[in-house]
């Protein structure tokens, strides 16, 4: 193992933690700051990996979850012009990367992540998230993104106990 490889597997820890902390957050402003950073983060880890077409989308998430920040900030909401452009966007940061099926795999996730992002009830920024989460599983270990492989499983933990404390309704007992 050299020093970039260690340092990428550094990275993707470093942003499991902060994307672990964004599905943790209750609102929806605090969820979006903190997967702007885990994103970025997560982005160059898959650079130093060769991962070109994950790192690509990965940064676009970023880009998407910073407009959808300042918008949230603003009270403002998501146009279906700028929602066309984030998957447009993707489509590009796709196409310019791919070299083999497994490069599908970050661009339907992106497309799920821009759905994630502008839904405006956290309860559904977590379960949509969930299956953008699923999509990189085999993504990473083509890669053998060990760390990445490892953070996703985290944050797919993280997101089921978000979704169970948050989002699923306790039902009353009979005694």
Sequence with gaps: MN??????????IVACALNIVSMQCKKRKSILFFLIIGNVVGALGLILLNAYTGALIQFVFGLETLVNYILEIKHKKNTSLLVAFYIVLSIVASAITFKNWIDIIPLVSA???????IQEEEKRIRIINLSSLVLWIPYYIVFYAWANLATCLAILISN???IARYD???QPTNS
């Design 111 to 117: 497309i799920l992540h821009t759905i994630t992002i």
């Design 3 to 12: 020093f970039v490889y260690i340092l990428a597997q550094i990275l993707a």
């Design 160 to 162: 089921i106990v978000s």
């Design 168 to 170: 699923i309704k306790k």
